[in-house]
């Protein structure tokens, strides 16, 4: 859906009420993967990740009526105001710094991956992809966010972010699943007061079929909701994700499925049973981590929590008006909070991701609106890999240049020279800058300052 908007633009306590048929359909779908006994075995071997940067106890959210709390729901109201590391372990072609040829077309995560492994091998595969992230994202990016005054960074990455089989990170002996990306990332944040939501953009054979989940699908090959194995195995990430962060403060919640749509069409009862599923598994584990449900795309797309006895959840939203028109980018967003709020969920509310282009007056507006309702927000995203500053503007607070790789025709020493050029540290990189000359990242800190 972001790329579909893209195109346009550029060319609580407890809930016991249950509704007793959806649950027990959602049940009948998930008896054999969700229940405890189903995923004890591999647990037993999931190490605990404890580092919590600055945070303690005191710092655990959970939600508490329409508000996020710390101190395990019982402190103060806490709300998060941050951005996305979009590109960072799931790249997508129009923003990064990869570029299909004639012979490969538009290039998604998995394929560039496949095209390396081909090529190069497995070793070498996973030196680029390492080199790639150690470029993307460094030190000076975590420091620069904290000075913006952010308490948040959602981090997309997919099964390939922690599966070894997907040659994106290597085997971790006595291990079925590698964290360490991960937990460098949210060890990092911590240490600067950080909160991290960790967002499954791509779930085992994707979600959704969009280049952003990291595997492009036609409509007719997205088959998640009806594919045993895909969702079995994404329960099973996500249990094992339960078990290693249980009891970290320094996670603000489980984003558990970005996007869910097929092909971008709107959430419903398919879609609400897996959340159901997933629900279950991680409340067999974890009865405090937050757990954050997406909908495609307005309030009427995701069911009031009582209906599944969903509790301690935030509701997530994205909008992109496609329109850098103020007018037109303001009654986007004034639909989608009336539609959204007329609801009464009773549940945080979290505009996971959003964006205003190049219009400095529109991000004023839904800022402003965003900080007043007390919704949690999150830009799309931090940096984009552009080919002039006027390609997309608004997309990253952080604008970089580098000539983008080829996958099946550069060879390694071309990649990293180029993938070099994508570090924020880099000769070239710009500050998004609006006509007046305000930058992005200027103006996103007014509006995240606590």
């Known amino acids: 859906m972001r790329f579909a908007r893209r195109l346009l633009f550029v060319g609580l306590g407890s809930l016991s009420l249950l509704s007793c048929s959806l649950k027990g359909t959602s049940s009948a779908l998930s008896s054999s993967v969700s229940s405890p006994e189903a995923t004890s075995s591999s647990l037993s071997s999931v190490p605990l990740f404890t580092d919590s940067g600055i945070f303690t106890d005191k710092d655990y959210l959970k939600a508490s009526g329409e508000h996020l709390r710390n101190n395990y729901g019982f402190g103060d109201v806490k709300t998060l105001r941050g951005t996305n590391i979009g590109g960072y372990l799931v790249i997508e072609q129009w923003m990064t710094a990869v570029k299909g040829s004639s012979a490969t077309g538009y290039l998604d995560h998995k394929t560039v991956t496949n095209l390396f492994l081909q090529r190069f091998g497995e070793e070498k595969t996973?030196?680029?992809?390492?080199?790639?992230?150690?470029?993307?994202?460094?030190?000076?990016?975590?420091d620069t966010i904290k000075a913006l005054g952010m308490n948040l960074i959602r981090l997309p990455f997919t099964y390939m972010s922690l599966d070894p089989a997907y040659h994106n990170v290597p085997q971790v002996a006595g291990q079925e699943f590698n964290y360490s990306l991960l937990d460098s990332f949210i060890a990092k944040a911590a240490k600067?007061?950080?909160?991290?939501?960790?967002?499954?953009?791509?779930?085992y054979g994707s979600q959704n079929g969009q280049d952003h989940s990291g595997e492009s699908l036609s409509r007719e090959q997205v088959d998640f909701y009806t594919n045993e194995e895909k969702m079995s195995k994404t329960v099973h990430l996500w249990t094992s994700l339960t078990e290693h962060y249980k009891d970290n403060p320094a996670i603000a919640g489980f984003d558990l499925l970005n996007e869910p749509g097929e092909k971008a069409e709107s959430t419903s009862l398919r879609h609400w049973a897996f959340y159901d599923r997933l629900n279950d598994a991680i409340r067999s584990i974890d009865e405090d981590r937050l757990l954050i449900f997406e909908s495609c795309w307005d309030g009427k797309n995701l069911p009031s929590p009582k209906l599944y006895g969903w509790n301690n959840c935030m509701y997530s939203f994205h909008n992109y008006s496609g329109s850098s028109d103020y007018d037109e980018n303001a009654a986007s967003y004034s639909a989608k909070f009336t539609g959204v709020e007329q609801q009464g969920f009773g549940v945080p509310l979290y505009m996971g991701e959003f964006n205003c282009y190049g219009n400095k007056a529109s991000w004023i507006d839904v800022l402003g609106r965003l900080r007043s309702k007390g919704w949690n927000f999150s830009s799309w995203t931090y940096k984009i890999n552009l080919d002039s500053p006027s390609s997309y503007p608004g997309w990253g607070m952080v604008e970089t240049f580098a000539t983008p790789v080829v996958p099946d025709e550069d060879d390694e020493a071309t990649i990293k020279s180029k993938w070099y050029q994508i570090d924020s540290a880099y000769d070239g990189t710009l500050a998004m800058s609006f006509a007046d000359g305000t930058s992005l990242k200027d103006l996103m800190a007014v509006y995240c300052q606590n």
């Open 126 to 142: 996973l030196d680029l992809w390492a080199y790639y992230r150690d470029n993307y994202f460094t030190d000076q990016d975590f």
């Open 192 to 203: 600067r007061g950080i909160y991290t939501i960790l967002d499954l953009h791509g779930a």
